[in-house]
């Protein structure tokens, strides 16, 4: 599923400008199929999460179908849309860890300096 929803946001099946950009990062469909859960993220950020969820609030009929014609179920879940903060706080994380690894080479370097001197 989700590499099929992942495939119809790429080739711009969906003509929604607030769509452009967006990634699918987790699918969970609860046991009994009522529901999927699809947790999305924007190389933007945050700044677009309320826009996000809304283009695809308004596709979630055509998105479903289509879905369900490509999956085979018995029955196809409802989709419910939810932002996903994790690759906005792996940036961030990555970037502490670039400072602290720059202030430790600055203070590596300084203390090679001082011992020349």
Do not use: C
Not at 19 to 43: K, M, P, W
Not at 107 to 117: A, R, T
């Amino acid at each position: 599923m989700q590499q099929d929803l992942s495939e119809m946001l790429m080739r711009g099946d969906i003509h929604d400008p607030r769509l452009e950009g967006i990634f699918i990062t987790d699918i969970r469909v609860d046991r009994e199929l009522a529901y999927a859960n699809i947790f999305v993220s924007a190389l933007e950020g945050k700044e677009r999460a309320d826009e996000v969820l809304d283009g695809l609030n308004h596709a979630k009929g055509f998105l479903r179908k289509q879905l369900a014609s490509q999956i085979q179920l018995r029955t196809f879940p409802e989709l419910r849309f939810f932002w996903d903060p994790t690759p906005e706080r792996a940036e961030r994380i990555e970037k502490l860890i670039d400072s602290i690894q720059a202030e430790r080479e600055k203070k590596e370097s300084d203390n090679v300096q001082e011992s020349l001197d």
